[in-house]
């Protein structure tokens, strides 16, 4: 799933330990003169538009995962399409500010560089005069927590959904345990103000549950021809099951109409129907147990093969000596 955001991206001066950090990453040596650097937050632990965050620990490990990482446009993943490299990146608190649910704003805050070319010469100007100001990150995750009851979104028991407030909360999806990063894009439309992320996803599931839960939580889901037919497969019989709970319920409303009407006459048949069309199945069971209850006490309901069988052993006693 793709999430571009606006972030700073700011020109920097180069310095030695600059230098001897980006000649690490380089084949031939290169001078200040030859390099171009900038400085870029990658990704911060605010809640994003799509009710996301990631978590502290997840932070560090991208800081770490990111160094040595190239950048390109639009997540085109050509060759030719690369950019720029980082060549630093550490995980920064930023004083004084905090994020909205009041934790100190920790964001990825990274330095790339890429050669003074005639290639480059009009990104330069473009990130110069500020032009260039959005950039997205590619990774994975593979924590989805939920800020609400702490279960796994994706695959676990869950049934919170991000965006919606629960107890005066908003429910958010923590985003942790990272375990690559790929890339980072400049991109054109931002999602957030202050960092990007494009959260990498999991293109296999194991079961139709885990493609229920993608689905449910707004997820990005590629499925493959297989695993459309097995969701197609269940759609059918969730529909095959429908269709008996129709029937189940037409047969309780029959029964209720008649308890309803035996044991009060004065009730309307219309009133009755708006009442069962308007209950859910449990409460037209207790509907019509309640009714089958009362119209008992109008017109007794034992069966007519027990009292036969009663009066049969009477019967027989008579005769026993």
């Known amino acids: 799933m793709n999430k571009e955001f606006r972030t700073d991206i700011a ?18 040596e290169l001078s200040k003169d030859e390099v171009y650097t900038f400085k870029v937050i990658l990704c911060d632990n605010e809640i994003d538009r799509d009710c996301e965050r990631f978590d502290i620990a997840a932070l560090e490990k991208m800081a770490e995962l ?29 004083s004084g500010k905090t994020t909205s649910l009041g934790d100190p704003y920790t964001c990825v805050m990274a330095k ?10 009009d990104l330069i100007t473009e990130i110069d005069a500020g032009i260039k100001k959005e950039v997205s990150v590619s990774c994975q995750a593979e ?14 028991h869950c049934n919170h959904v991000k965006g919606r407030e629960y107890g005066g909360k908003l429910c958010h999806c923590i985003l942790s345990d990272i375990t690559d990063a790929y890339e980072w894009s400049f991109v054109v439309i ?54 008996d709970g129709s029937l189940f319920r037409n047969t309780l409303a029959d029964e209720i109409m008649k308890f ?62």
């Open 143 to 156: 924590g989805f927590i939920c800020s609400v009851c702490g279960e796994d979104m994706r695959h676990g």
């Open 190 to 243: 931002p999602a957030q103000v202050n960092a990007g992320v494009v959260k990498g996803y999991k293109d296999t599931f194991t079961d139709t549950s885990d493609i229920i839960k993608s689905v449910r939580n707004g997820d990005c889901v590629k499925l493959t021809k297989e695993q459309s037919r097995i969701l197609c497969d269940y759609i059918a019989s969730l529909e095959a099951r429908a269709e």
């Open 66 to 94: 990111f160094v040595g990482v190239t950048g390109i446009f639009d997540h085109n993943p050509g060759s030719g399409n690369q950019t720029a490299r980082i060549f630093s990146a550490k995980c920064e608190i930023i």
């Open 112 to 121: 790339a560089y890429m050669p003074r070319t005639a290639k480059n010469a």
């Open 260 to 321: 309803a009407l035996t044991a009060v006459p004065s009730l309307d048949e219309d009133c009755i129907r708006t009442m069962c069309a308007d209950a859910d199945t449990k409460q037209l069971i207790k509907l019509r147990d309640a009714f089958r209850e009362k119209a008992a006490e109008v017109i007794p309901l034992s069966p007519q093969l027990k009292a036969k069988k009663e009066t049969v052993k009477n019967h027989n006693n008579e005769y026993k000596f």
């Open 11 to 28: 020109p920097c001066t180069v310095t030695d330990e600059d230098m001897l950090l980006i000649n690490k990453l380089t084949v031939k």
